[in-house]
């Protein structure tokens, strides 16, 4: 099988997984935004410090999200590294994608012009 059709791994896997959360994504997107403890993650959402405190959880896990002790403050830090492995795998799509819809054009342009 092409490597290019392989499927993504556990790395990946447990981070499409946690992204497919709305709250989660959301979190990421904050946090691209720069540090934040988990109450001032909870802040826009109707939930408990302690539900988003899971969900950092899962976001620290599948390796998107570190934190760390500053006094009695443990801010969280999005890890880009995580994202750059989803956006080349995502990208490695995208081309898949485009290179069959242009050969589905040309296709279709030929077949046009036989006729």
């Known amino acids: ?11 990946l896997d ?4 946690a992204l497919a959360d ?3 994504r959301a979190l990421v997107t904050r946090l691209a935004h720069g540090d934040a403890t988990v109450g001032e993650l909870a802040e826009p959402f109707e939930l408990t ?3 988003i405190s899971h969900h950092v959880g899962v976001l620290r ?3 998107l999200v570190e934190q760390r002790r500053e006094g009695t403050k443990r801010p969280c830090r999005l890890k880009v590294d995580q994202l750059s492995l989803l956006g080349t795998w995502l990208d ?3 081309r898949i ?3 069959r819809l ?13 006729s």
Do not use: I, K, Y
């Not at 447990?14 to 997984?17: G, Q």
């Open 97 to 99: 994608w485009n290179d």
């Open 1 to 11: 099988m092409p490597s290019s059709l392989v499927a993504p791994g556990p790395d």
């Open 49 to 51: 410090p302690q539900a």
């Open 14 to 17: 447990s981070t499409f997984a």
């Open 61 to 63: 896990r599948c390796g």
């Open 22 to 24: 709305p709250v989660r």
């Open 102 to 114: 242009d050969a589905l054009e040309q296709h279709l342009t030929d077949e046009g012009a036989a």
């Open 92 to 94: 490695g799509q995208r």
